[in-house]
């Protein structure tokens, strides 16, 4: 059972790529900031994505998909963390996180959908976004809530929990946006790994600066 999960997780992971490869510019082929965990896949794009090209900031962003990230039934289904560089050292407030947000997920949604023959309902996909305390090193934190239509897989609605840690980075010129993904709710146990890998890419943004 658990070898049909990683071939069934394994194939999703390909039709992700397949539907995103045309979608994107090419971004960082290794990580420099989400440099764990070694079993949770790596991407790297460019930002603006092609699935979203009206989004505002400009850079690059590292992706880490959990294990079980495309099976409805895990417990690490849809989760992951994000981190953007945003070049220009952008000032990044509530307003801005909502806009990116809703720019991004409703562009993946609806561009993954179209391959799929699934018709996602913008006017549906809203962000909410409340600033929470910040955390040692970055300079605001937010908490939000995105609802998203699961083209990926069966395209079912969702809402998705984001935590968001908003890192200087001065002398490169750059903002790290990182944000930590997942539908379960805040105290299940994914957060305190999700939680975890945000500290550790708040100390790498804060090392590489």
């Known amino acids: 059972m658990t070898t049909m999960k990683h071939i069934h997780y394994l194939i999703l992971a390909a039709l992700l790529f397949a539907l995103l490869a045309p979608l994107h510019a090419v971004g960082p082929e290794h990580p420099t900031i989400l440099k764990e965990p070694a079993d949770w896949r790596f991407e790297g794009m460019a930002i603006p994505p092609g699935f979203a090209p009206d989004i505002k900031l400009t850079g690059t962003e590292e992706i880490r998909f959990a294990p079980g990230m495309f099976d409805t039934r895990s417990s690490n289904y849809f989760t992951y963390v994000v981190v953007i560089m945003a070049d220009g050292a952008p000032e990044l407030g509530a307003a801005d996180l ?3 947000l809703e720019k991004y997920y409703r562009g993946l949604s609806i561009a993954v959908g179209r391959g799929k023959g699934l018709s996602p309902d913008p006017a549906q996909m809203k962000t909410v976004v409340n600033p929470a305390p ?3 090193d970055a300079k605001q934190s937010f908490a ?3 609802v998203f239509f699961d083209s990926f897989t069966d395209g079912r609605k969702i809402s998705l929990n984001v935590e968001a840690l908003v890192v200087p980075r001065p002398a490169s010129k750059q903002t ?3 944000l ?5 709710s805040k105290d299940a146990a994914v957060w305190q790994t999700l939680r975890d890998i945000g500290r550790k890419a ?6 590489a600066n």
């Open 180 to 184: 930590m993904v997942s539908p379960s």
């Open 144 to 146: 939000a809530e995105v």
């Open 176 to 178: 790290c946006l990182i």
């Open 98 to 100: 909502k806009d990116f």
């Open 134 to 136: 910040p955390g040692p």
């Open 202 to 207: 708040t100390r790498n943004a804060m090392g």
